[in-house]
T-cell receptor, first 113, second 115 residues
């Protein structure tokens, strides 16, 4: 596609529920990143994929968070047993590996009630 | 660990005037990249300008330019001839060039353009 796309745009869920957030990177981009942006803050790194493998998952806050990229393209961020503190905008970015610029999607706003 | 500091939570500028947004960072590395991203209300982060640390020449992109002071670890963004469409949150970001691919962001500066 022309840019990074993320679905859904907004997600409202109840505390304790499971959610999946999807990211579709720019075609051909081998690197994919997830960030979380809380209100009034800059984005914070969660996880980075190079191809199908997670090259760096040091930003995942706890074991309720998990991400996959099974075919090296689309990625899904999965959050189990959601908590109100998980409410944030989740941003996805991709890069080609040939340059260092990360291109961002429009984000998914997650609200946990 | 690297940190990025933006000390101006909010800035405003008259349309057509020039404004400078400040950013400082802390790192022990010598090879890295610095970026300015713009985030309008649509939430999408848009790259404004990037600077490679090994380059002494300051980057420019049309009305946007940076003042990169490596020794002082300072990376300010200058916007000339400000336009209404420049109104947004601006984030400064750092990226290591030693295999660590993540971006480290500052807390942002909200820029308002006064017509």
């Amino acid at each position: 596609g022309a840019g990074v796309s993320q679905t859904p745009s907004n997600k409202v869920t109840e505390k304790g529920k499971y959610v999946e957030l999807r990211c579709d990177p720019i075609s051909g981009h081998t690197a994919l990143y997830w960030y979380r942006q809380s209100l009034g803050q800059g984005p914070e790194f969660l996880i980075y994929f190079q191809g199908t493998g997670a090259a760096d998952d040091s930003g995942l806050p706890n074991d309720r968070f998990f991400a996959v990229r099974p075919e090296g393209s689309v990625s899904t961020l999965k959050i189990q047993r959601t908590e109100r503190g998980d409410s944030a905008v989740y941003l996805c970015a991709s890069s080609s590996g040939l340059e260092d610029t990360q291109y961002f999607g429009p984000g998914t706003r997650l609200t946990v009630l | 660990a690297q940190t990025v500091t933006q000390s101006q939570p909010e800035m405003s500028v008259q349309e057509a005037e020039t404004v400078t947004l400040s950013c400082t960072y802390d790192t022990s590395e010598s090879d890295y990249y610095l970026f300015w991203y713009k985030q309008p209300p649509s939430r999408q982060m848009i790259l404004v300008i990037r600077q490679e640390a090994y380059k002494q020449q300051n980057a420019t992109e049309n009305r946007f330019s940076v003042n990169f002071q490596k020794a002082a670890k300072s990376f300010s963004l200058k916007i000339s001839d400000s336009q209404l469409g420049d109104a947004a949150m601006y984030f400064c970001a750092y990226r290591s060039n030693f295999g660590n691919e993540k971006l480290t962001f500052g807390t942002g500066t909200r820029l308002t353009i006064i017509p």
